[in-house]
C-alpha cells in the first residue's frame, strides 16, 4: 500500500501567520492527493483535491500544490476557524496522513 | 442535497460481530462513478480508510484489515453495510460513511458514530 507520511504533526501559530504543511507519499500517486479539515467531535471536509483544485466554498486563503510524491497545504493568512487539525489522503489506496494540529501560538 | 447518517451499536463486545448501516440520500449507488467508503477514527487518532464499495459492486479493503471486513449494499434501500469480525477493544472508534466520485476524493461524510468494544 501507498503511504502518506504528514509534517509537522503540531503547528503553533498565530492569526495572520502563513502556514504550510507538507505530505510525502511512499510511491508517486501524481495529483492523485486530497487534504481535509476536521474541528473537534466533527466530520472530516474536503478542502482540496487533484493536490490543488479548491472544492467549491471553500476560502481562497487555502491552497494545494505538488505531483508525483512530494505535496503541500498552505493557508496564506490563518483565520481563528482554521484552527483544526488537517489530514492528506492519497486516493489510490485510499490511505490518510497521520494529520497535523494547528494550534494557537 | 446528499446526506450520509450512519447507524449501529454503540458497545460491542470483544469477539462479537460489529454491523454498521450508511444510509444515504442525493445520490444513488447504482449511477456509474459512484462509491461509498468505511473510515475509523480511535480517540485521538489518525483517520484510517476501511473499505469502498462502488457502483458495479466491486469491492476495496484496507490490506491490514480485510479479513476482518465485509462491505454490501442494498441499492433498493440506499444503504450500505459494514460487517466486522471479531471486535477488539483496539476497534473503538468513530466510524464514518463517506461518497467519492470515481473511487477518488471524499466530498460527502456522515457526521459518524461512535463504536466502544468492552466487556
Known amino acids: 500500500d501507498i503511504q502518506v507520511t504528514q509534517s509537522p504533526s503540531t503547528l503553533s501559530a498565530s492569526v495572520g501567520d502563513r502556514v504550510t504543511i507538507t505530505c510525502r507519499a511512499s510511491?508517486?500517486?501524481?495529483?492523485?492527493l486530497a487534504w481535509y479539515q476536521q474541528k473537534p467531535g466533527k466530520a472530516p471536509e474536503l478542502l482540496i483535491y487533484k493536490a490543488s483544485t479548491l472544492e467549491s466554498g471553500v476560502p481562497s486563503r487555502f491552497s494545494g500544490s505538488g505531483s508525483g510524491t512530494d505535496f503541500t497545504l498552505t493557508i496564506s493568512s490563518l483565520q481563528p476557524e482554521d484552527f483544526a487539525t488537517y489530514y492528506c489522503q492519497q486516493y489510490n489506496s485510499w490511505t490518510f496522513g497521520q494529520g497535523t494540529k494547528v494550534e494557537i501560538k | 442535497q446528499v446526506t450520509l447518517r450512519e447507524s449501529g451499536p454503540a458497545l460491542v463486545k470483544p469477539t462479537q460481530t460489529l454491523t454498521l448501516t450508511c444510509t444515504f440520500s442525493g445520490f444513488s449507488l447504482s449511477t456509474s462513478g459512484m462509491c461509498v467508503s468505511w473510515i475509523r477514527q480511535p480517540p485521538g487518532k489518525a483517520l484510517e480508510w476501511l473499505a469502498l464499495?462502488?457502483?458495479?459492486?466491486?469491492?476495496y479493503y484496507s490490506t491490514s484489515l480485510k479479513t476482518r471486513l465485509t462491505i454490501s449494499r442494498d441499492t433498493s434501500e440506499n444503504q450500505v453495510v459494514l460487517r466486522v469480525i471479531n471486535m477488539d477493544p483496539l476497534d473503538t472508534a468513530t466510524y464514518y460513511c463517506a461518497r467519492s466520485d470515481s473511487r477518488a476524493w471524499f466530498d460527502y461524510w456522515g457526521q459518524g458514530t461512535l463504536v466502544t468494544v468492552s466487556s
Open positions: 464499495i462502488d457502483w458495479d459492486d466491486d469491492t
Open positions: 510511491q508517486t500517486i501524481s495529483n492523485w
